[in-house]
């Protein structure tokens, strides 16, 4: 498997509280990204980066924030949780955008929001 | 935005039976990605199509991307409890900026 970890594996908080996921890589991968998933809904992509402090919106952006400080970390806010935010949570990354741009993912972070 | 749909979303299979799960975009994709998902795990990537009309085979799956490059599909021959898992397409547009994800067909095997 690559290196990628996903900080912490599983959390549950209340409703209005922030919450910060953390993925993390050892492969100098330069694209990153967060996915959630949902029943019947597959992988839904919420934010990714292209670079350090370079990111964009993914389809399902809304309530997300995130930033890439370092080309081994990349970061996903929830400012204020609710509930429909409950999902498990997938950092992805890949080395190059175009052909030959498989996506490895790091092992999921289950977020309950009570 | 681009859509992309697999169906069936469930299917329950005697060991040894084949299995098929197909794709369908609603716009011409650049490529199409095949990944699986064991139970409890994260998704691994399996394979890549680019070219229309392209099959490709691991084994007992057989991976084919249709003439007009919207649509896909993973054939697998006499099926194995190994096999069990989540089957995701996910294909990319011409922009080339993101992958979109089918919803994905959960196979269960029965020994």
């Known amino acids: 498997d690559a290196g990628i970890t996903q900080s912490p594996r599983h959390k549950v908080t209340e409703t209005g509280t922030p919450v910060t996921l953390r993925c993390h890589q050892t492969?100098?991968?330069?694209?990153m990204y967060w996915y959630r998933q949902d029943p019947g809904h597959g992988l839904r992509l919420i934010h990714y980066?292209?670079?350090?402090?370079?990111?964009d919106k993914g389809e399902v952006s809304d309530g997300y924030s995130v930033s890439r400080s370092k080309t081994e970390d990349f970061l996903l806010t929830l400012e204020s949780a609710t509930s429909s935010q409950t999902s498990v949570y997938f950092c992805?990354?890949?080395?190059?955008?175009?052909?030959?741009?498989?996506?490895?993912f790091g092992p999921g972070t289950r977020l309950t929001v009570l | 935005g681009q859509q992309v749909m697999q169906i069936p979303q469930y299917q329950h299979v005697q060991e040894g039976e084949d299995f098929t799960t197909y794709c369908n975009s609603s716009?011409?994709?650049?490529?199409i990605q095949w990944y699986k998902q064991r139970p409890g795990g994260h998704p691994v990537f399996l394979i890549q199509?680019?070219?229309?009309?392209e099959v490709k085979k691991q084994k007992r799956l057989t991976f084919q991307f249709g003439e007009a490059k919207k649509n896909s599909s993973l054939h697998i021959t006499a099926t194995q409890t190994t096999d069990v898992g989540t089957y995701f397409c996910?294909?990319?547009?011409?922009?080339?900026?993101?992958?979109?994800f089918g919803g994905g067909t959960r196979l269960m095997v029965k020994p």
């Open positions: 992805a990354i890949s080395d190059r955008q175009g052909l030959g741009n498989e996506q490895f």
């Open positions: 492969e100098n991968h330069r694209y």
């Open positions: 980066s292209y670079g350090v402090k370079d990111t």
């Open positions: 716009t011409t994709l650049s490529n």
């Open positions: 199509l680019v070219k229309s009309g």
């Open positions: 996910a294909g990319r547009n011409n922009a080339g900026n993101m992958l979109t």
